[in-house]
């Protein structure tokens, strides 16, 4: 075994995170909605909570018949998403939406923090601002991944994203 | 505290330079004290190069990316070079697109790329001392 | 739901679930009676698909959607109408020919429910009901049966797009993309998935993006050979753009594109040179800065 494959194999044993694992799945309802899933909330109030949210949203993804690109984009956007909400919303939640058009299907995430709201939304849509961890890539970086992004808020009442991404077609 | 806590990241030593990777079930405060372990190591170790492997990273959202910058910066400090190998096509698209560049940090394709360009050979004798687990 | 509705339900759904096997059996014939001459019409491929819709139908009414979103909102009477007119399509039957035959089956279920009353209103509330649910299945088969031809003109133009942009290994370890034509978001992003995919697969050290046959460059084009460039780095190998026309350095001087982090040459064998001597010397190369 390479140096490489046997740092792997230490790492999958100390973590659990062998490819045997199985897929986490969480709670999904088809039910009487057309094939459609109903939507799905998850809280976002700690760190664990992040991964969660990572996980449910790939999974989602992946059963929306997203490519592996888009996959990644989607996660990428509900993890920046997510953490904004958790860092500057003082916690919140995420919600997993399906949403289909006469003629497409997607995903689109609701992200609700109860935090200050953003004073200035212009600014925090720009590159580079941050008031807090990483990189000020947040809110910007996430609208250029999804399709579709609208941000709601109000000082000192909390803010609520919606951001979608179609299926590539 | 002076004893970081343990990440359970291993982290190996291959002569002068110090291999790891990082998985995909990276938390904030797991990433957080692995900069802290790794720097620790550089300095403990002499180590002249880092070799992150970050193929399993399934996805880099921008804390992770200023997390791999400030490691660069940190181990460059600390007189080690850093190269972060193996990001997978999805990762690299999705972080152009997120508008991240990973300012300063070196890549290579894969981790044998990576700790050739480091200047790491594998020695014809006895690797299976080299290759000792230096986890702790 | 008002208690007329629930009491037509209960009327329909109590004819269908009684007289199910005859409701298939006329529908069938009234399919075969209409069919035109020399058509292909299997009676046996009939009736299961009539036993199928006709449980469905079933399902649908013993459940508590309303009847005017029933076809669209029900999992499995959706399904098997969706499932009716995809079969249809795939025989090559005509979109008006299949909702028409969805239509049909009004006349055998009406004819059930006859059977059960004879109370004019009764009849008159439940004829509304089936004429609004099988409109209803009527008009999703004709959305299936357009949705489907969309989807195979879609896989087309994808497979398209995918032909049109082959990766070439011009060296050991280093690939080409010869571009031709027109360059958009969507074509961008196939490119550079194929190529970012093809570096990992060879394990190139240089990717060499040949423009020659792209008609223009403006802004956005110019933003999107930036993307590609430095996703390309991230991966830890290096590119070359090559084939930049006297007109298209023109315009990319004027319109004040900055493409100074991003080696150019003329030519396909320039840039060859360049990618040869790049990857004779990764340790500059792979550097994401500059």
Known sequence: MTPIGELHAAMADLTGDGPEKPEKREKSEAGVTGGREAPSMYPVESEEDLLTVRHAVRAATIRAGFGIVDQTRVVTAASELARNAYIHGGGGTLTIEHPAGPDRTGLRLVVRDKGPGIADLETALTDGYTTGAGLGHGLGGARRLMDEFEVDTTEGRGTTVVATRWASR | ?136 | MSSTETGVRELVAGALEAEADDIADRWVQLQLARTEQGAESNEGVLREEADGLVGAVTAGLRSDVPVDRLVATHHDLRRAVSEFSMRRARKGAAPTATSMAVLTLKEALLAAVQRRTHDGDELYAAALLINQLLDGAGALCFDTYVEGREEIIRRQSRQLLEVSTPVVRLWRQVLAVPLIGTLDTARTQVVMENLLQAIQEHEARVAIIDITGVPTVDTAVAQHLMHTVNAVRLMGADCVISGIRPPIAQTIAQLGIDLSTILTRATLADALSAAIELRDSPAQAALAER
């Open chain 2, 1 to 136: 505290m002076t004893v970081p806590a343990s990440t359970g990241v291993p982290i190996l030593r291959l002569g002068d330079v110090l291999v790891t990777g990082l998985l995909n079930e990276l938390d904030d405060k797991t990433a957080v004290a692995f900069a802290d372990e790794l720097t620790e190591r550089i300095s403990s170790d002499g180590a002249r190069g880092v070799l992150i492997d970050i193929s399993r990273l399934e996805i880099i959202d921008s804390y992770v990316a200023r997390m791999l910058m400030e490691l660069t910066t940190m181990s460059r400090l600390l007189g080690a070079r850093v190269i972060v190998a193996g990001m997978q096509p999805p990762v690299a698209i999705t972080l152009v697109e997120l508008g991240l560049q990973l300012t300063g940090v070196e890549t290579a394709l894969n981790a044998e790329q990576g700790l050739t360009a480091l200047g790491w050979h594998r020695s014809p004798q006895a690797p299976e001392g080299v290759l000792r687990d230096a986890h702790r």
